[in-house]
Nanobody
Framework: QVQLVESGGGLVQPGGSLRLSCAAP????????MGWYRQAPEKQRELVAT???????NAADSVKGRFTISRDDAKNTVYLQMNSLKPEDTAVYYC??????????WGKGTLVTVSS
């Protein structure tokens, strides 16, 4: 059973910052595009950002300029630095590992709440 272990969620005020982390097994992490998705209440899960094994990144328009995805290959960990958080960023954030769509794994999710 492949486990992706997320951490770093919590409650933050609007304008604040959080950093999410996701650790994955090396055998999966080294070959996968890693990503973060989120699902707000009563909404569909949506892409937040991805980073390939080579370091190329992609992000949703709604988070560009505020969120940064990065990966540490030595620690088999992907990060999501979230700055200038808005109430509409409130959601459960899920870590994803994807190898050519043939192997796809999800974490259990971590809740981010942006509220004053």
């Amino acid at each position: 059973q492949v486990q992706l272990v997320e951490s770093g969620g919590g409650l933050v005020q609007p304008g604040g910052s959080l950093r999410l982390s996701c650790a994955a097994p090396r055998t999966i992490f080294s070959i996968s595009t890693m990503g973060w998705y989120r699902q707000a209440p009563e909404k569909q899960r949506e892409l937040v950002a991805t980073i390939t094994s080579g370091g190329s990144t992609n992000a949703a328009d709604s988070v560009k300029g505020r969120f940064t995805i990065s990966r540490d290959d030595a620690k088999n960990t992907v990060y999501l630095q979230m700055n200038s958080l808005k109430p509409e960023d409130t959601a459960v954030y899920y870590c994803n590992a994807n190898y050519r769509s043939a192997l796809v794994y999800w974490g259990k999710g971590t809740l981010v709440t942006v509220s004053s």
